[in-house]
């Protein structure tokens, strides 16, 4: 699709890499060639653009691009090329709003009340025009220095019309459901400016308490709390919250538009001027009514959630917690880490931005929550799981865990035989990549979609074995580590990855032994492994050092360093040691 994507747009924008996803579209960084500028291309979702047509799309989407304003991303082009959809923007270097609070939690008051000032007189300048955002949130709010500039600007009202009866009037909601309004959420005609009000008042909720006002397990969940519950004080988590800006958001925060500010200027107003706003009546709803508006929040989240979990993944960077022992035996941690080790490698090999195995065995035994450790290691996702053992059965049990809401995604289990090891792993991986969404190579696919060599399961034991003692990276470690790949190889003659784990000791003994002495013997080993299995990367990894340090072969090092990292682009040895010049 990226390819004729590259065609499609050859002759006005070259595009270099892939920038993000999001729920309705693709963006790319790519170079305008008439201008000699760099823009962000956003494509959208070939299934959403099938549905709604390129004629009314491209039409109210030039509504957006006549919207001027300091804080407003402004919209270069549009328009339609061999069946996608997309419209062009500037490049903007910074972050977002997202990657601030990823990194920070939570942002001073001063900061946030800036920022919202920036955010409300961008809005205000759309409402002005007839133009409501309808999907505010972090990710739309870019950071250019101390300036915030909203991004997708009129791009979800111009699905929404485009699309008529077959989103709205079937009950799917634009948006996103941390940060929609109930009516919104309804899927009501009826949104005007107070919906961006309600969204605006959710993301400053967030800026200053560190968390969204709403969370649950579901978009369906989610959406019916926005529809009835009442956001916990921000003063009942932090006393020191000034009580204007508490009463601000509580304000904007309405169930009811008619109860919130009337216009996004108002809110920003009362936040810059410190103003102490009246707090709301509670206005005693009947049981009646707030089940049924619930009902209709859940019917619409069904909705919403039909359209976008099957569209472009949210999850870029995941990793895997060390898995817990479920056999109550110590003795087989060399097999929980092994299927820790595989399942890493796997996801590696996919194409996933998969953090490295010696980077999460820290949180082996670490009690923090999971919110905290996906902020320390940079990722929108943990995978967490189990291994048990009873004889030659094995159950894999593995869960996707969303980092920032610490809520479980998806859960499944995989049981067989020992033998059948490699299987296991690659169901669990394929099935980690559906759930991300990953778009993977037909090479990878059909890796994933292969049942993987059956192992000798002596053999497999023994391998797993030496690699438990190599992580540990002590000469007694690496001793061990090679009488156990060995004991492999008696088991199995044609096991590759045993030589694969010889070459790899002799390779870090090449550190501290006579290169003459350890060099041939690694050479050995890997070139042994690649005739038996020329996919594994660690071997061609092998080659490389030997190349490196023993023979002083720079062109084929190199080879042998791009080689390993084309099998697994995640393999952190061949990318510590090799940096390409120029």
């Not at 109210?60 to 402004?74: G, K, R, S, Y």
């Not at 904007?252 to 008619?258: G, I, M, Q, V």
């Not at 067989?416 to 559906?434: F, S, T």
């Not at 696919?445 to 990276?473: C, D, M, S, T």
Request: with cysteine; proline share 6%.
């Amino acid at each position: 699709m990226v390819d004729r994507l590259k065609s499609a747009l050859a002759d006005r924008y070259a595009i270099s890499r892939e920038l993000g996803r999001g729920g309705m579209a693709t963006v790319y960084l790519a170079r305008d060639l008439k201008h000699g500028r760099e823009v962000a291309i956003k494509v959208l979702r070939p299934e959403l653009a099938a549905a709604l047509g390129t004629e009314r799309f491209v039409r109210e989407i030039e509504i957006a691009a006549n919207l001027t304003h300091p804080h407003i991303l402004p919209l270069f082009d549009s328009g339609e090329a061999d069946g996608f959809l997309y419209y062009v923007m500037p490049y903007v270097e910074g972050e977002s709003l997202r990657d601030r609070l990823n990194r920070q939690t939570r942002l001073p008051v001063e900061e946030a009340i800036r920022l919202t000032d920036q955010v409300a007189s961008a809005l205000a300048h759309a409402h002005e025009r007839g133009v409501v955002h309808r999907d505010i949130k972090p990710e739309n709010i870019l950071l250019a220095g101390d300036q915030a500039i909203v991004a997708d600007f009129g791009i979800a009202r111009a699905v929404e019309a485009a699309g008529g009866e077959r989103f709205t009037g079937t009950g799917i909601a634009i948006g996103t459901p941390a940060y929609m309004s109930p009516e919104q959420a309804f899927g009501s005609h009826a949104v005007d400016g107070r919906t961006d009000v309600y969204a605006l008042g959710c993301v400053v909720y967030e800026m200053v308490c560190g968390r969204a006002p709403f969370e649950g397990p579901t978009p369906q969940a989610l959406l019916a709390r926005h529809a009835a519950d009442t956001a916990p004080r921000l003063r009942s988590s932090d006393p020191d919250m000034p009580l204007f800006v508490e009463r601000a958001v509580e304000r904007a925060l309405a169930k009811d538009p008619t109860d919130r500010f009337p216009t996004v200027g108002a809110f920003a107003e009362a936040l810059t001027s410190g103003t102490v706003v009246a707090r709301l009546g509670r206005r005693r709803q009947p049981r009646r009514a707030v089940i049924a508006a619930v009902a209709l929040v859940v019917v619409a989240a069904a909705g919403w959630w039909l359209s976008t979990t099957a569209g472009a993944p949210v999850i870029k960077r995941l990793a895997v917690l060390p898995l817990e022992n479920l056999t109550n035996d110590p003795e087989q941690e060399y097999l929980i880490q092994g299927v820790h080790a595989g399942l890493i490698d796997e996801l590696a090999i996919a194409g996933a931005a998969v953090i490295a195995r010696r980077s999460v065995m820290q949180y082996r035994s670490a009690e923090m929550p999971v919110r905290d450790i996906a902020r320390e290691l940079g990722v929108d996702a943990l995978i967490e799981g189990s291994v048990q053992r009873a004889g030659d059965s094995v159950r894999i049990r593995v869960q996707l865990i969303d980092g920032r809401r610490e809520e479980p995604r998806w859960t499944q289990s995989y049981q067989g035989q020992l033998r059948n090891i490699v299987a296991l792993q690659r169901q669990a991986v394929r099935a980690i990549v559906d759930q991300i969404r990953l778009t993977v190579t037909p090479q990878a696919a059909a890796r994933l979609a292969g049942p993987g060599r059956p192992v000798n399961p002596e053999a497999y034991e023994a391998y797993l074995k030496g690699r438990f003692h190599w992580y540990r990276f002590t000469p007694q470690d690496f001793e061990t580590a090679l009488q156990y790949f060995e004991l492999a190889l008696e088991k199995d003659p044609d096991y590759a990855l045993a030589y694969a784990g010889i070459g790899d000791v002799w390779g870090v003994r090449l550190n501290n032994m006579a290169p003459s002495e350890a060099g041939p013997k690694a050479r050995a080993a890997a070139r042994k492994a690649i005739e038996l299995d020329s996919t594994v990367a660690e071997t061609h990894d092998i080659l490389a050092r030997v190349k490196t340090w023993v023979e002083w072969d720079w062109a084929g090092a190199e080879a042998e360093f791009r080689r390993a990292i084309e099998l697994n682009p995640g393999y952190p040895d061949a990318r510590v040691l090799y940096w390409p010049v120029g």
